[in-house]
């Protein structure tokens, strides 16, 4: 079992940062995957970034390739989500998700995620 909570969110403008933190309990963090998914009103729920369980592995989607960074501290039990150049289409509530195991470009199916945290908003305004 592994429980997830999600920090960090808020209100920025257009082109600013924002850090994502997902803090996991449980001592076997190492051996999971992670992913970020978000989910905007209205709209069905996407892929942004994965990385595998040592955190040497990750893939992104399209959409933020180049501007997001998902990295992975397992002595601290933490994900961590980057988040640079900020656009209006990047506002959604942000979730965290942890698997058992790493699909590399496959990363980005949420059925493949057991465990989901509450999640974070993120608004962007122009």
């Known amino acids: 079992q592994v429980q997830l909570v999600e920090s960090g969110g808020g209100l920025v403008q257009t082109g600013g940062s924002l850090r994502l933190s997902c803090a996991a309990s449980?001592?076997?963090?190492?051996?999971?995957?992670m992913g970020w998914f978000r989910q905007a009103p209205g709209k069905e729920r996407d892929f942004v970034a994965s990385?595998?369980?040592?955190?040497?592995?990750?893939y992104y989607a399209d959409s933020v390739k180049g501007r997001f960074t998902i990295s992975k501290d397992n002595a601290k039990n933490t994900v961590i989500l980057q988040m640079n150049s900020l656009k209006s289409e990047d506002t959604a509530v942000y979730y965290c998700?942890?698997?058992?195991?790493?699909?590399?470009?496959?990363?980005?199916?949420?059925?493949?995620?057991?465990?989901w945290g509450q999640g974070t908003q993120v608004t962007v305004s122009s």
């Open positions: 998700a942890a698997t058992t195991a790493w699909y590399g470009s496959g990363s980005d199916v949420g059925s493949l995620y057991a465990y």
């Open positions: 449980g001592r076997t963090f190492r051996t999971y995957a």
């Open positions: 990385i595998s369980g040592s955190g040497t592995m990750t």
